[in-house]
T-cell receptor
Framework: LAKTTQPISMDSYEGQEVNITCSHNNIATNDYITWYQQFPSQGPRFIIQGYKTKVTNEVASLFIPADRKSSTLSLPRVSLSDTAVYYCLVGALNTPLVFGKGTRLSVIA | GAGVSQSPSNKVTEKGKDVELRCDPISGHTALYWYRQRLGQGLEFLIYFQGNSAPDKSGLPSDRFSAERTGESVSTLTIQRTQQEDSAVYLC?????????????FGDGTRLSIL
């Protein structure tokens, strides 16, 4: 299973764009990249998923370079409510997810 | 619509007792997963049900752990002779398991504390 590496923590001010980069050097051909968000005492919540290039939805963008060895989750104009742990996961579709420790994002007023 | 529901939300029990945790997946979701999350850690996969296929039990940490699923609905995770290291949040997720990779939807878990 491909292992991911992401920063343990990040701080940001409200209104700023936040970019969280994840390394996955051993990603396999059939692996997808998925990001989840988790608030305290809640289950993880799906944010975005991609295979290559760029994916955008109503809450985030995901940038994946051609070699797919890394990916960057971009959160536009964060607010205090975006304070959470963000997990980068790599794996084949419809398989159990492999979680690391995630990135703890703290948004400051 | 209704999301994944887990019960109880909290469970405190004495070491050596058996516990049963329940998961009600989203209606129509064929895939169901159980994970465990220790304090400050990421989630660990436990077991995976997909339709009528044999479950993937490769993540179960010991033979004290077992799980069942009735058709494509409710699942129960049973831990026998609980130990203190079993204290964790147990999370259930379900998905449609489509070829397009429908994401997993999680419940808010059962917080299990073993005294």
């Amino acid at each position: 299973l491909a292992k991911t590496t992401q920063p343990i923590s990040m701080d940001s001010y409200e209104g700023q764009e936040v970019n969280i980069t994840c390394s996955h050097n051993n990603i396999a051909t059939n692996d997808y990249i998925t990001w989840y968000q988790q608030f305290p005492s809640q289950g993880p919540r799906f944010i975005i998923q991609g295979y290559k290039t760029k994916v955008t939805n109503e809450v985030a963008s995901l940038f994946i370079p051609a070699d797919r060895k890394s990916s960057t989750l971009s959160l536009p104009r964060v607010s205090l409510s975006d304070t959470a742990v963000y997990y980068c996961l790599v794996g084949a579709l419809n398989t159990p997810l492999v979680f690391g420790k995630g990135t703890r994002l703290s948004v400051i007023a | 619509g209704a999301g994944v529901s887990q019960s109880p939300s909290n469970k405190v029990t004495e070491k050596g007792k058996d516990v049963e945790l329940r998961c009600d997946p989203i209606s129509g979701h064929t895939a169901l997963y159980w994970y465990r999350q220790r304090l400050g850690q990421g989630l660990e996969f436990l077991i995976y049900f997909q339709g009528n296929s044999a479950p993937d039990k490769s993540g179960l940490p010991s033979d004290r752990f077992s799980a069942e699923r009735t058709g494509e609905s409710v699942s129960t995770l049973t831990i026998q002779r609980t130990q203190q290291e079993d204290s964790a949040v147990y999370l259930c997720a379900s998905s449609l398991a489509l070829a397009t990779g429908e994401p997993q939807h999680f419940g808010d878990g059962t917080r299990l504390s073993i005294l």
